[in-house]
């Protein structure tokens, strides 16, 4: 069945629910808001998002035409940008490298998830979460394969010498036997791809309108599914997504591993293999979409084993998508293809963009780096035109008209970010590979031709999030955050702080705090608008009020408001503010992310939670 407007996504009882005396636990079944079967009905209602448009703020004190007088777009000196930044400021050699060991070098964003398990044989012998046991039937298995992995068990403890004594249960059981799909309810699956379409729906058309009839990948439904779990508040149903989790990457990899065997085995390319009908376009292109799920399941999840694991499976999505444009080559292309390839190419754009601004990571570029050809050199007409827009939008002769998708543009354009960011413990005092300017001019045509269009609220949170971005070292932000929230206090060391408070003396900071104003203010604004629709609703009638309508949540959301919020906690360090301004301004942003549902809210609400100072 296909939801749109007004209408369900729903999977087939053959698909699910075969074995009626498999059932997901109670505890886990729907019934309270944001996960009630009944308010399944008006699920896809709320996917239209929230009626009233964010308050679209006037242009930051120097922020649009920041160089008006003084822009440059001619590249520096060579030796100015060979000079290694110490030279160039006089400072010694070696006296920045002093900033690592005091917070580190890394500038991934593991501290605030979950740590990973201990490397002993629990690692890979049991259960990621501990939840398969809670929720599926324990299997058998035969007298071989237990001596087997007892056997294992006792070399590994052996060598490891784990911390904690061995338990009882049989855990590792469930390993010997492929995932099940059939063990889901029907209408507890239904309530999940529901909730992921209300939530999925402004920023990956792609997985718009969402299908699941009999045939439909199996893999695809449980990762769908996971998403939706994610942002359902019923007791239980984060360890439901976390086994719909589980399956669905294994069904993926094991399918991808497959279809990779088969081309070895025949000795032919992948473009020959399609010409033999091996695999066909939708295959190919569920199996991207079910990657897509899978990344961002691991971005929104919170738990730090599917966090790591955004990576390798943000590898296998990249070559789904070459796939999926070795098949749409030639003549004989069809609107739906088309369109089709077009929303992948978009949602690729968008978890780039992800990567860049959320989990400060270098962008892979694979939506630029085959110059926009497919394997027989005609340019593909969505790539192309994607090509122009970044043209128009970062050169001074380019006119952009602000056709199309707004938001595929915004995010090849904060891709681009990462290389006029700031980086590392140097900051600023290092050249960006690219001026700012680039990136500037582009963000302000962006949002004149779009200005008048009432852009969705989760677009505009991008827009100000690369913003942010560019004027500050988010990295080294967190990195400071994070050491404050475990000892208490600043650093001793005087080469940290004197980089934050340079930082909080320029120009840099003052765009910075404006944009993370306006952000929380876009969020406050259509939160509290979805809130008002539902007071009025439940008093529009004397018998039946009409359905509680859910308040979509973007997956940036949650990071784009820790962002806003640590960017003004910095602000408050400086003179005049005291204790209770920083106490206030880390409630504001944590009370934001505790009335979010998606799971990784709850991390980092409490990653700003422990920033509050008890005493001056």
């Known amino acids: ?125 049991h259960n990621l979460d501990d939840v398969v046991s809670y929720i599926l039937p324990s299997t058998g298995v035969s007298g071989t394969m237990q001596n087997a992995i ?63 009839p009999d045939g439909v990948e199996e893999e695809l439904v449980a990762a769908m599914a996971a998403v939706g779990g994610l942002f359902c508040d019923v007791e239980g149903s984060q360890k439901v997504a976390s086994v719909l989790y589980n399956d669905a990457r294994k069904m993926a990899l094991a399918k991808a591993c497959l279809l990779q065997s088969r081309i070895h085995r025949t000795r032919l390319t992948f473009h020959q293999t399609a010409s033999l009908s091996l695999i066909d376009f939708n295959s190919c292109l569920n199996r991207a979409k079910t990657f897509i799920l899978i990344e961002i399941y691991g ?43 077009t929303s992948l190419l978009e949602a690729l754009h968008v978890l780039e963009c992800y990567r860049v601004l959320l989990l400060q990571r270098p962008p892979t570029l694979t939506a630029l780096k085959d110059g926009y050809l497919d394997p027989r050199g005609s340019p593909n007409t969505a790539e192309k035109h994607g090509l122009d827009d970044l ?26 970010a990462w290389f006029s960011s700031p980086h590392g413990p140097f900051g600023w005092r290092r050249p960006p590979l690219w001026k700012t300017e680039f990136v500037e ?17 989760g677009t505009m949170l991008l827009y100000h999030m690369v913003h942010i971005n560019l004027h500050s070292n988010l990295a080294l932000l967190r990195r400071l955050a994070c050491l404050v929230a475990k000892s208490g206090r600043m650093p001793s060391n005087a080469k940290v702080f004197d980089s934050i408070e340079r930082w909080l003396k320029s120009r840099h900071f003052d765009i910075a705090r404006w944009h993370a104003e306006s952000l929380l203010k876009n969020v406050v604004c259509a939160r509290s608008a979805g809130e008002k629709l539902n007071l009025t609703g439940l008093g529009s009638s004397a018998h039946l009020p009409k359905p509680r309508r859910l ?35 880390v409630a504001q942003g944590a009370q934001i992310l505790f009335d979010l549902n998606v799971s990784v809210s709850r991390n980092l609400g409490h990653a700003l939670y422990e920033l509050m100072a008890d005493e001056e």
């Open 1 to 125: 069945m296909s939801p749109s407007s007004g209408q369900e996504a729903t999977v087939s009882d053959s698909q699910a629910n075969r074995n009626p005396n498999s059932t997901i636990p109670t505890s886990a079944t729907p019934d309270v808001s944001h996960g009630t079967a009944q308010d399944v009905s008006s699920l896809s209602s709320a996917s239209q998002g929230v009626p009233d448009s964010p308050v679209v703020l006037s242009k930051p004190p120097d922020t649009i035409g920041l160089w008006a007088n003084e822009l440059s777009l001619q590249p520096e000196p060579e030796d100015a940008l060979l000079v290694p930044p110490s030279r160039q400021q006089g400072v010694q050699e070696n006296g920045d490298f002093s900033i690592f060991d005091e917070i580190g070098p890394d500038n991934d964003m593991m501290e605030l998830f979950s740590q990973l398990p201990g490397l002993d044989y629990e690692s890979w012998l």
């Open 150 to 212: 007892s056997m294992m068990r006792e070399h590994f403890q052996r060598t490891s010498r784990s911390a904690s004594p061995l338990t009882n249960e049989s855990n590792h059981m469930w390993y010997s036997s492929p995932p099940r799909f059939q063990v889901y309810d029907r209408d507890v699956l239904n309530v999940f791809l529901n909730l992921a379409k209300v939530h999925m729906a402004s920023t990956f058309k792609i997985l718009l309108p969402f299908e699941a």
């Open 299 to 341: 971005v929104c999840s919170g738990d730090g084993r599917s966090y790591e694991f955004v990576e390798a499976f943000h590898g296998f999505l990249l070559q789904s998508v070459h796939k999926c444009r070795c098949l749409l080559s030639g003549d004989a292309i069809s609107e739906a293809e088309r369109l089709s390839m």
């Open 391 to 416: 043209s128009a939008l970062m050169t001074l002769s380019g006119k952009y008209t602000g056709q199309g998708d707004g938001l595929a543009s915004l995010a090849a354009v904060s891709s681009l």
């Open 441 to 457: 001019v582009a963000l302000g045509r962006w949002i004149e031709a779009h200005r008048s269009d009432e852009e969705d609220a």
């Open 551 to 585: 308040i979509p949540e973007p997956p940036h959301l949650p990071f784009c408001a820790y962002f806003a919020t640590l960017v003004l906690w910095y602000g408050n360090l400086l003179p005049g503010h005291g204790r209770l301004q920083r106490n206030a301004c």
